[in-house]
């Protein structure tokens, strides 16, 4: 009988489906021009890592996410970037760097924090080094500072990074 249940394409009788350019903003850019501004960000983010500066690192990666679907590398390298700052912060500094951060820049990394724990229990999140200890502890500093307002507009947002 579950079977059945699970056979069952809902999804055909939905008068307004989604599609995938309503979970996915496309961005004008090209694929290419995308990825050139993802390993861009790269050296900057890294230097600010270098010299402790979290929030910058933070600011740097969550402005101008690449976004769409021809943009799947960009993606992939800004989320790389994005986990390596996350795992090479002191959890003591992590507080005093969302506090810098603006709503739309929590948001974002909101969806990252939710994108990483998706894919962590996966052998695709193990070979990309996701450590979701440490998103969970992200996930509690980002909640004490941005309330729980922030996951509420996350989780009711249909777009996808």
Avoid at 48 to 70: Q, Y
Wanted: hydrophobic share 40%; glycine share 6%; aromatic share 4%.
């Amino acid at each position: 009988m579950s079977s059945d249940f699970r056979a069952l394409d809902v999804d055909r009788w939905d008068e307004e489906p989604l599609t995938a350019a309503d979970l996915a903003i496309e961005d004008p850019r090209s694929a290419a021009e995308l990825l050139q501004i993802a390993q861009q960000k790269q050296s900057g983010v890294r230097t600010r890592l270098a010299s402790n500066d979290t929030a910058g690192a933070l600011a740097t990666i969550l402005d101008d996410v690449p976004s769409g679907h021809h943009a799947e590398e960009a993606k992939r390298v800004t989320f790389s970037l994005l986990l390596e700052t996350l795992n090479a912060t002191r959890s003591t500094d992590i507080p005093a760097a969302l506090r810098t951060l603006d709503i739309a820049q929590r948001e974002t990394l909101m969806k990252y924090l939710y994108k990483g724990l998706e894919l962590g229990g996966t052998r695709a999140g193990a070979a990309e080094g996701i450590n979701c200890a440490v998103l969970l502890l992200w996930h509690e500093k980002l909640t004490q500072v941005a309330g729980t307002g922030c996951i509420m507009r996350v989780m009711t947002d249909r777009r996808v990074l």
